[in-house]
């Protein structure tokens, strides 16, 4: 079983390149989020879709645009990547829509150096 | 707001020694509560979770036993081994929350 899946597993850029990192889960979930994780800070949502269709912004959405191409993929973009984005990003997915109760599954991360 | 405050690391272990991870919390009603683990080079995944007062969370040897009265969540385990060398976020959902509060992680190493 894939899960989630994301891409790439590492990226190093320059400040000022755009990129994408795509997201993808094969376990028919509605709900999916994009995470940064930095020393000593734990993991932050960035972004957060409910649906098919919706986005919404999390704690840090600055610098960052979410996309929610149908059912499976959700991709995270940086327009004019900054030394501050560098981090370890996860996509992760939860079903049915997110509630309280409710486990996150989560990609194996990329690891994004901004110089 | 709501937060999550965990033991700083990294913890090292002989194999078989108890292990005690302290989380405590900070939220408004009744949250539900969560460990979960990251193995190297992959990404989260739950350990256990507890969702009211007094509710003990386990699995795979780990517990965790959801305290409201001291606001804590401490994740233990009696015997540890080298397979349990990981990184341990414990983490909060409050009520009416569309998000998971994560603590800071505890890497933890065990030591044959």
Redesign the interface.
């Known amino acids: 079983n894939a899960g989630?899946t994301q891409t790439p597993k590492f990226q190093v850029l320059k400040t000022g390149q755009s990129m994408t990192l795509q997201c993808a889960q094969d376990m028919n979930h509605n709900s999916m989020y994009w995470y940064r994780q930095d020393p000593?800070?734990?993991?932050?949502?960035i972004y957060?879709s409910?649906s098919e269709g919706t986005t919404?912004k999390?704690?840090v959405p600055n610098g960052y645009n979410v996309s929610r191409l149908n059912k499976r993929e959700f991709s995270l973009r940086l327009e004019s990547a900054a030394p501050s984005q560098t981090s370890v990003y996860?996509c992760?997915s939860s079903y049915p829509r997110?509630s309280?109760?409710e486990?996150?599954?989560?990609?194996?991360?990329t690891q994004l150096s901004v110089l | 707001g709501d937060s999550v405050t965990q033991m700083e690391g990294p913890v090292t272990l002989s194999e078989e020694a108890f292990l005690t991870i302290n989380c405590t919390y900070t939220a408004t009603g009744y949250p539900s509560l969560f460990w979960y683990v990251q193995y190297p080079g992959e990404g989260l995944q739950l350990l256990l979770k507890a969702t009211k007062a007094d509710d003990k969370g386990s699995n795979k040897g780990f517990e965790a036993t959801y305290r409201k009265e001291t606001t804590s969540f401490h994740l233990e385990k009696g015997s540890v081994q080298v397979s349990d060398s990981a990184v341990y976020f414990c983490a909060l959902s409050g009520t009416g929350a569309n998000n998971l509060f994560f603590g800071t992680g505890t890497r933890l190493t065990v030591i044959p």
Request: no cysteine.
């Open positions: 989630v000593g800070m734990g993991l932050r949502l957060y409910a919404d999390g704690e996860f992760a997110w309280r109760n486990k996150l599954f989560f990609g194996s991360g």
